[in-house]
């Protein structure tokens, strides 16, 4: 029997350290970069279960463009950590947003079907 799902629970993964994204200056205007992460793990928080998926990053950057090495490593820091899809895709743009300031951002979460069911979450980002 699966364990009683907690508002415990649904905060998990939202606070906890993970590495820091690094940025460069752009020097170009208005174009698009798109970085996809096919090895994204973590952990479900209610079951233990590690998740598995994959991680788009749409994005137009302003003066910054995020280091991907780093980018790398903030999202290897996900391998243990016990987060929800749904935290997991709005923490990366809210992570990434506060890094790089782009113009705008999109993050979208494709994880690997769990008892024949494949979830996908999707958030955007727009600069005021």
Same mark, same amino acid.
């Given at each position: ?27 170009? !205007?208005?174009?698009?970069?798109? $970085? ?15 998740? @598995? +998926?994959?991680?788009?990053? #749409? ?6 463009? #995020? ?5 790398? @490593?903030? $999202? ?5 950590? +016990? $987060? ?6 709005? !923490? $990366? ?13 999109? #993050? ?12 996908? #979450?999707?958030?955007?980002? *727009?600069? *005021?």
């Amino acid at each position: 029997m699966a364990k009683e799902y907690t508002e415990k629970h649904a905060k998990m993964g939202l606070k906890e350290k993970l590495p820091p994204l690094e940025c460069f200056p752009n020097q170009f !205007r208005d174009y698009e970069i798109t $970085i996809e992460i096919p090895e994204y793990t973590a952990v479900c928080p209610r079951t233990g279960l590690p998740d @598995f +998926g994959k991680i788009t990053i #749409v994005y137009m950057p302003d003066k910054w463009c #995020v280091e991907l090495k780093s980018l790398k @490593f903030y $999202i290897l820091g996900y391998r243990n950590l +016990g $987060i929800f899809y749904e935290n997991a895709v709005n !923490r $990366i743009l809210r992570d990434f947003v506060k890094a790089c300031k782009p113009k705008w951002a999109m #993050v979208r979460g494709e994880f690997h079907p769990r008892g024949g069911i494949k979830s996908m #979450v999707e958030v955007k980002y *727009r600069k *005021r």
